[in-house]
């Protein structure tokens, strides 16, 4: 059973600093996604991760794959009140169709 | 173009009842996926449907039960309601067969909580 663990599971931080979420996953998979969600929203996309050593950037927010650790992780790069919100990683386990496994979540509060 | 949408918005119920979700995917999307997601949690996948059949299932008793329609939306059924059944709960749509990008769209979600 694929498992998706990420830590940590609360984080709050000061304006400016920087700082990185993990997420680690149990079995292979070929994407790994990044969402972010406000409260009482639904889901945003940030990222999909599709190969060993991606990295793609956006804003101050940045992601990265090694699927031969089976860990990704979200930076996050002089953070700003505006990134307060939850980030999920999410994994797909191909199984003839995909079925999309989400982590707990992490709660980022970034203080002013 | 329109993205994916769900009705109703919030949605209140006894235990014991019987509701239904609906989705609409995005505009040229033909797999919707459905997602329960209970406060202060990560969704969790209920089901996945293509070509108006189940595709994929997540660890959802019988009581939670999907259809799609030749138009592609999509309906999820949870009967004899428990108080646990409360939470949001997600539909997401995407192209099946878009490779080797899987991107899911999710819609706004509904409320359903059960007293």
């Known amino acids: 059973e694929l498992k998706v663990e990420q830590n940590p599971l609360f984080l709050s931080m000061q304006e400016g600093k920087n700082y990185t979420i993990y997420c680690n996953y149990s079995?292979?998979?070929?994407?790994l996604y990044w969402y972010r969600q406000d409260p009482g929203k639904s889901l945003e996309s940030l990222f999909v991760l599709l190969s060993n050593g991606a990295v793609k950037q956006e804003g101050r927010l940045m992601a990265s794959l090694d699927t031969k650790a089976r860990l990704s992780t979200l930076h996050i790069t002089a953070a700003v009140h505006d990134l307060s919100a939850t980030y999920f990683c999410a994994v797909d386990l191909n199984t003839g169709g995909f079925k999309t496994i989400f982590g707990a979540g992490t709660r980022l509060f970034v203080k002013a | 173009d329109a993205g994916v949408t769900q009705s109703p918005t919030h949605l209140i119920k006894t235990r014991g009842q019987q509701v239904t979700l609906r989705c609409s995917p995005k505009?040229?999307?033909?797999?919707v996926s459905w997602y329960q997601q209970a406060l202060g949690q990560g969704p969790q996948f209920i089901f996945q449907y293509y070509e108006e059949e189940e595709r994929q299932r997540g660890n959802f008793p019988d009581r939670f039960s999907g259809h799609q329609f030749p138009n592609y939306s999509s309906e999820l059924n949870v009967n004899a309601l428990l108080l646990g059944d409360s939470a949001l709960y997600l539909c997401?749509?995407?192209?099946?067969?878009?490779?080797?990008?899987?991107?899911?769209?999710f819609g706004p979600g509904t409320r359903l909580t059960v007293t």
């Open positions: 079995t292979t998979s070929d994407r």
């Open positions: 505009s040229g999307h033909d797999t």
């Open positions: 997401a749509s995407s192209l099946k067969f878009v490779t080797p990008l899987h991107e899911q769209y």
